[in-house]
């Protein structure tokens, strides 16, 4: 493991100066919201940096730390060649057995230790193995009566971060079996564990409700739907538990999301309403925003237009407020892509074409390459709405910008997507490009 042999980064300490790891990594996420990138810096981020555990930042870090301090190179602020790194990251990723070709950044050490080199090994033997990484199998349930603390919290922790960059890269189909171990364990520390102190309780149980969401949001993607309402459910009842407001919002917004996406359209409402009324005290206008958008795309499935107008409306409105330090870590996908992405969905829901392919293809030229997942996403979205739009052309043009990308993303619901405006433009097979796009997909399988 690379922290055995971490050199501390003095360098980098300095630069933070008199401030706490909490307020430098503030400051970091202001930075990065100043050039329009998306970290989910905090403390711990910091922290990690400072011991040496992150010898190179990946490519958006670096991007934000240089910004920060024009002038400085990565040497300057105390961190390894990228040179170095990669050859590290090349060896790991010749290993027979290994599913997921490794990169040559944090990425890659996170990728690393969440599918190491044997081919049982999975997210929870790299997120929950302290110390060594044992294969699943071997991942020891810890016994009744034993005591867990910071380093199995953190390991908790590790885990949620692990599987939302994974699937922000790799999409959900390749992940959600893989992810459910660590969400066992989790539990069973919960269940049969006393904790060194309340803090490190309550921080295990909002790991917890978080890993539940996450192991949640794969099953959705993934198409298993019932799964994921379970999942969504366990995180539900464990933020009522603890009283963790934020860890309610953000169920709600899952569970709302899941309902729309099953045609569950008053559930939607409801589970979306209820999930605004707990984040009106987290300080959060973006998570308000985000919510407002779920409702709005329930109303939307509903047929009424006016109340999917004056949702998304608040939606803007709070967007508009701007990013906040006291947003969720979670939300680290919800920027302008998303907000056009998801009031497209709206329009679609609404049968106004037109306007729902225009958002789409704004949120498709807003996102940043490194958002695979959420571009194929909105590509497949935009083929559907001009499909439907009867502009086929462009449709098709869109269709191919998608598969481009599934040969890196796993996710039932893109590829639903794709089959959906397959479907739609089969009469029009005649026109050479559409005939282009059906052909290119079943020569992929996707038919």
């Known amino acids: 493991m690379a922290s055995s042999r971490a050199v501390p980064n003095l360098a980098f300490r300095r630069l933070r100066g008199r401030r706490s790891p909490a307020e430098f990594a503030a400051a970091v996420r202001r930075a990065a919201r100043e050039i329009g ?3 989910a810096c905090d403390a711990r981020y910091i922290g990690r940096v400072e011991s040496g555990e992150i010898r190179c930042p990946n490519y958006a870090y670096e991007r934000v730390f240089l910004h920060m301090f024009p002038g400085l190179t990565l040497a300057d602020l105390g961190f390894v060649a990228r040179e170095h790194v990669r050859g590290r990251a090349a060896r790991a990723a010749a290993a027979p057995a290994a599913p997921i070709t490794i990169r040559n950044d944090e990425e890659s050490d996170v990728l690393r230790r969440a599918f190491m080199t044997s081919g049982t090994a999975t997210v929870a033997a790299a997120s929950l193995g302290l110390g060594g990484v044992p294969a699943v199998g071997s991942v020891p349930a810890p016994r009744k009566g034993s005591t867990f603390g910071e380093a199995e919290v953190e390991a908790v922790e590790d885990a949620v971060r692990q599987i939302r960059l994974l699937d922000d890269r790799y999409g959900a189909d390749g992940l959600y ?24 309780a309550d921080r295990m149980q909002a790991g ?25 459910a366990e995180a539900l009842a464990t933020a009522r538990v603890a009283g963790d407001q934020a860890l309610e919002a953000h169920a709600f917004s899952n569970t709302s999301f899941l309902a729309r996406d099953e045609g569950r359209y008053r559930e939607a409402v409801r589970a979306a309403q209820a999930g605004q009324r707990a984040a009106r005290r987290l300080s959060s206008p973006r998570l308000l925003s985000l919510l407002s958008l779920r409702e709005a795309g329930a109303w939307a ?38 907000l056009e992405a998801l009031e497209a969905q709206c329009w679609s ?48 043009a869109a269709g191919h910008r998608a598969l481009d990308l599934l040969g890196e993303v796993r996710s039932t619901r893109i590829r639903a997507m794709l089959t959906d405006t397959a ?9 050479p490009t559409v005939a282009a796009f059906l052909d290119r997909r079943a020569a992929l399988g996707e038919a």
């Open 423 to 431: 479907r739609l433009l089969t009469p029009r097979h005649s026109t």
């Open 301 to 338: 499935g509903l047929g009424d237009r006016a109340a999917c107008e004056e949702a998304l409306g608040r939606a803007h409105t709070l967007f508009g407020r701007g990013a906040s330090d006291t947003d969720p870590e979670w939300m680290s996908f919800f920027g302008e892509p998303e």
């Open 177 to 200: 079996r893989r992810a459910a171990e660590p969400l066992r364990t989790a539990y069973t520390l919960l269940d049969t564990a006393t904790p060194a102190r309340q803090s490190t």
């Open 208 to 232: 917890a409700g978080e890993l539940a969401l996450s192991v949640g949001w794969l099953a959705h993607d993934s198409g298993r739907p019932e799964d994921a309402r379970s999942h969504y």
């Open 349 to 396: 829901a609404l049968g106004d074409w037109s306007r729902a392919a225009r958002h789409a293809r704004r949120a498709a030229a807003l996102q940043k390459p490194h958002f695979t997942r959420n571009l194929a996403l909105y590509h497949a979205q935009l083929a559907t709405d001009l499909a439907h739009a009867d502009a086929v052309d462009e449709a098709a």
């Open 37 to 39: 990138e998306q970290v």
